[in-house]
T-cell receptor, first 114, second 114 residues
Framework: ETGVTQSPTHLIKTRGQQVTLRCSSQ?????VSWYQQALGQGPQFIFQ???????GRGNFPPRFSGLQFPNYSSELNVNALELDDSALYLC?????????????FGSGTRLTVV | AQSVTQLDSQVPVFEEAPVELRCNYS??????LFWYVQYPNQGLQLLLK??????LVKGINGFEAEFNKSQTSFHLRKPSVHISDTAEYFC????????????FGTGTRLQVFP
């Protein structure tokens, strides 16, 4: 059984650019949630995807967007990058009907915006 | 609104000593509570969770936590720590008002000294 995998592990972008982060969910998990963890902070919920549609969103601007694919993998896209977007981005997949009770987190993508 | 407070940003302790990491939450409804550990440059690993039932929850690596509804606390304890327990620890509460997501505290850095 494979866990949650995220790619890339590290990324450096310039302010104003766009970035795409990827997440492959654990086998059997159909829901993917994305979190942003700024340095020295706890993770903050960005949004969740279920059946290829956004299923809830945190307090993040529209330049943060996502996709979920038929195989349940997911992408997080961020447009017009700002310096404050520098963070560790974590995705978590979960089993149908269990929500956070069955969260499995990936190792994250470290994004640095310069 | 739900929130989580981790009262100690850092906890230094010597190897083989006991440790308690404190967590308080605010919620007007029943809660699910979680403790996660994060090692340097890694994602989040679930230590233990309280969903219902016994208020004393045992987790991995010898950790346990006690749910105290009257004090709205969920403190994490270990009777004897190892150097390898050095990491960041996050307490989290489930928010199910509109989206099944986790609300995290700001974390406690456990530093174990030889």
């Amino acid at each position: 059984e494979t866990g949650v995998t995220q790619s890339p592990t590290h990324l450096i972008k310039t302010r104003g650019q766009q970035v795409t982060l990827r997440c492959s969910s654990q086998s059997g998990h159909n829901t993917v949630s994305w979190y942003q963890q700024a340095l020295g902070q706890g993770p903050q919920f960005i949004f969740q995807y279920y059946r290829e549609e956004e299923n809830g969103r945190g307090n993040f601007p529209p330049r943060f967007s996502g996709l979920q694919f038929p195989n349940y993998s997911s992408e997080l896209n961020v447009n017009a990058l700002e310096l404050d977007d520098s963070a560790l981005y974590l995705c978590a997949s979960s089993l149908p009907g269990t929500g956070v009770s069955s969260y499995t987190f990936g190792s994250g993508t470290r994004l640095t915006v310069v | 609104a739900q929130s989580v407070t981790q009262l100690d940003s850092q906890v230094p302790v010597f190897e083989e000593a006991p440790v308690e990491l404190r967590c308080n939450y605010s919620s007007s409804v029943s809660v699910y509570l979680f403790w996660y550990v994060q090692y340097p440059n890694q994602g989040l690993q679930l230590l233990l969770k309280y969903l219902s039932g016994s208020t004393l929850v045992k987790g991995i690596n010898g950790f346990e936590a006690e749910f105290n509804k009257s004090q709205t606390s969920f403190h994490l304890r270990k009777p004897s720590v190892h150097i390898s327990d050095t990491a960041e620890y996050f307490c989290a509460v489930r928010n199910f008002y509109n989206t099944d997501k986790l609300i995290f505290g700001t974390g406690t850095r456990l530093q174990v000294f030889p």
